[in-house]
C-alpha cells in the first residue's frame, strides 16, 4: 500500500498477515492476524542482505476480495500497519503451521493502492524484479533445505 518506486525498496518479507480472507480459519483457530515464522523471515533478510538490496520487514493485508479494497478499509490496514495488501499471506502462513513445515513470503511492491486513484505501474512489466524475486526465494529454499 505505500508507494515505492525503487526495485530493491520494493522487496518485503512478511512478518504478520492481517487475516481478511477465508482460508486461514481453515487451518487455524480465529484471530484478528497470523504471525510468520520468524527464523525464516530473518533466514529469508539475510539472503537479501548477501545481494546488498534493500528490504522491509512488513505487516500484511490478506484479503481475496479486491473489489472491496476500499479508501476506508484501506486507511484502517494501514491504521493497524499495514504496509501491503496481497492475497495469499494469511492462508499460505496459517496451512504452512497446521502442516508444520517452515514458510516464509517475500512480496515486490507491484501496483500501489495508496492514493485516491489505483496506480497500476504497469507491474506486470517488472520481469526483472519477478525474477529476482524467484531467485531469492529460490536461495532461501536451499538454506532452509540444507
Known amino acids: 500500500m505505500q ?3 525503487d526495485m ?3 522487496i518485503f518479507i512478511v512478518s504478520e498477515a492481517v487475516r481478511d480472507e477465508g482460508t486461514s480459519y481453515h487451518y487455524l483457530p480465529p484471530s484478528r ?10 533466514l529469508l533478510a539475510d539472503v537479501v542482505t548477501k545481494r546488498d538490496l534493500k528490504y522491509q520487514k512488513c505487516k500484511t493485508w ?4 479486491y473489489f472491496r479494497e476500499t479508501i476506508s478499509r484501506r486507511n484502517r490496514r494501514q491504521e493497524e ?8 499471506a494469511a492462508a499460505l502462513i496459517a496451512v504452512a503451521a497446521f502442516r508444520q513445515i517452515r514458510f516464509g513470503q517475500y512480496l ?11 496506480d497500476s ?26
Open 3 to 5: 508507494p515505492n518506486t
Open 8 to 10: 530493491g525498496e520494493s
Open 33 to 42: 492476524s497470523v504471525a510468520a515464522d520468524q527464523e525464516v523471515a530473518s
Open 62 to 65: 490478506t484479503t481475496d476480495a
Open 81 to 88: 500497519g499495514c504496509e501491503t495488501v496481497e492475497m495469499e
Open 108 to 118: 515486490y511492491a507491484g501496483d500501489d493502492i495508496s492514493g485516491a486513484v489505483w
Open 121 to 146: 505501474r504497469e507491474w506486470w512489466h517488472a520481469t526483472e524484479l519477478r525474477h529476482l524475486v524467484v531467485e531469492l526465494a529460490a536461495e532461501a529454499a536451499l538454506r532452509l533445505s540444507g
